[in-house]
């Protein structure tokens, strides 16, 4: 599978850490992914609340998980990242999956009930990808771009708006239509990441249609000949086109394929986390263990690729599972 790219494991380590991919080369191979086996003493119940970008995944997985353990009763939520951390204080849900890093306020709160951080655990890796319609002609912009076009604050730089597909050189029947702007609400990990990677922590335009999930996003660029929009690579359908990307207005764009995000070339990639509160020092729920064992699996990470996202390195994996187990 994909995953058997040959990856070089220290700058890959300094990916995991950073909200933004850092760039990455190709060089020693990362191995093969663990085969999942079944333990014994696995049951009960199962609450996941958190993204709505991973809520495929945690379905898929779940799905998954229940045919190793029947007994087990799971329950998924995908309503934003923004849920995660209070479902995880209140103990509602014991996994918090989530499109972004958790806030510094966010952190402090779990602290407050816990008293320790609550832990963080890669699962995937996701391009976020610019969409338009499958017969707009525009193949690629410049982040400076993607910031004219949805920011009204235009931090990026560009010295003018874009508001129009003849700004950016379209040429056709869409030339002059004005843009029609789709994304996500503001309890999303994917609207947050955004903001913060693409507006270059700018405001979005009131103009915006805020779609309650990712899906929600490419249905409406799909109906929609002007539109253009952001969501997960997951979510991709034959009815929009993910456009290539580039970091400056004079640089190299890259489309949002598994190799230019590892690699750190495509400048929306990202990790794909799961949150859980486990107490330093101490053993985590079985449960909760042998879910993140099977996510973090050839099985696991092959659903991942099946799903349209993109599946860690082995190396990669199986740092990400020791943090539950630290």
Not at 157 to 162: E, Q
Not at 254 to 277: H, I
């Amino acid at each position: 599978m994909k995953s058997s790219l040959n990856i070089q494991r220290l700058a890959l380590a300094s990916l995991l850490i950073g909200v933004v991919l850092s760039p990455v080369s190709l060089g020693e191979s990362s191995g093969a992914l663990p085969a999942y086996s079944r333990v014994d003493g696995v049951s009960g119940n199962l609450d996941s609340i958190g993204s709505d970008t991973l809520n495929n995944l945690m379905t898929f997985w779940g799905e998954a998980f229940r045919k190793h353990y029947p007994s087990v009763n799971i329950q998924i939520e995908g309503k934003g990242s923004s849920t995660a951390p209070p479902a995880l204080i209140s103990g509602t849900a014991q996994l918090g999956p989530m499109s972004r890093k958790m806030k510094s306020e966010e952190i402090d709160k779990f602290i407050s009930k816990y008293g320790y951080e609550p832990t963080a655990i890669g699962v995937a890796l996701d391009s976020l990808a610019i969409y338009v319609h499958k017969d707009n002609p525009i193949e690629s912009m410049s982040l400076q771009q993607v910031d004219a076009v949805f920011s009204r604050t235009r931090k990026g730089g560009n010295n003018t708006d874009i508001n129009k597909w003849s700004d950016l050189g379209v040429k056709g029947s869409v030339a002059n239509l004005p843009m029609s702007l789709y994304g996500r609400n503001s309890a999303s990990g994917t609207y947050a990441f955004f903001k913060s990677n693409a507006l270059f922590k700018g405001d979005y335009k009131d103009t915006v249609k805020e779609q309650p999930g990712s899906a929600s996003v490419v249905m409406g660029v799909t109906g929609d000949k002007a539109g253009i929009g952001y969501s997960g690579i997951g979510y991709k359908t034959s009815g929009v086109k993910a456009i290539a990307l580039s970091k400056t207005a004079d640089g190299t764009a890259y489309e949002p394929t598994y190799e230019n995000v590892l690699r750190g070339d495509y400048p929306l990639g990202r990790m794909l986390y799961v949150y859980v509160a486990k107490k330093p020092g101490q053993p985590i729920n079985p449960m909760i263990r042998e879910f993140l064992t099977l996510a973090l699996s050839e099985e696991g990470q092959g659903i991942v690729e099946k799903d349209g996202y993109l599946p860690l390195p082995a190396d990669i994996a199986a740092k990400q599972l020791a943090l539950s187990e630290k």
